[in-house]
C-alpha cells in the first residue's frame, strides 16, 4: 500500500484547511486508516481514525468536534477536514493504514505512512 499525502499550507487561526490522503496498491486490504501529526520538538500524537469498511471515526479530544475524518473508498482517498484550527495545530499531519483490527490511536499499529504534509497555523 502507497500513501500520498497533500493539502497542507499556511492559515491563520480559526481559518480551515482540507488535507487528501490517496491510497494505491493493495487498497482492498485496508482495515483503518488513520491521521497522526508531529509538532516541533514533540513526539508524533494520533488525531484521528477511520475504519475503512464502515466508515466509523475515532478522534482526539484535541480535536474533537473541530476536525471530522472522512473517506471516499471508490477513490481510497482519506480526508481531514480540520475547522477552527489554533496555533497548536501546527505539525507535520501523516496519513497511515493498517491491514488488521485492534488499536488504531498507536502510530506502531500501522504498516504504511505517507510522506506528511506540513500544516502552519498562525496566531
Known amino acids: 500500500v502507497q500513501l500520498q499525502a497533500s493539502g497542507g499550507g499556511l492559515v491563520q487561526a480559526g481559518g480551515s484547511l482540507a488535507l487528501s490522503c490517496a491510497a494505491s496498491g493493495r487498497t482492498f486490504s485496508i482495515y483503518t486508516m488513520g491521521w497522526f501529526r508531529q509538532a516541533p520538538g514533540k513526539e508524533r500524537e494520533f488525531v484521528g481514525a477511520?475504519?475503512?469498511?464502515?466508515?466509523?471515526?475515532y478522534y482526539a479530544e484535541s480535536v474533537k468536534g473541530r476536525f471530522t475524518i472522512s473517506r471516499d473508498v471508490p477513490k481510497s482517498t482519506l480526508y481531514l477536514q480540520m475547522n477552527t484550527l489554533k496555533p497548536e495545530d501546527t505539525a507535520l499531519y501523516s496519513c497511515?493504514?493498517?491491514?488488521?483490527?485492534?488499536?488504531?490511536?498507536?502510530?506502531?499499529?500501522?504498516?504504511?505512512w505517507g510522506q506528511g504534509t506540513l500544516v502552519t497555523v498562525s496566531s
Open positions: 497511515g493504514a493498517k491491514l488488521t483490527d485492534g488499536t488504531y490511536s498507536y502510530s506502531r499499529a500501522y504498516a504504511y
Open positions: 477511520i475504519i475503512w469498511s464502515s466508515g466509523t471515526t
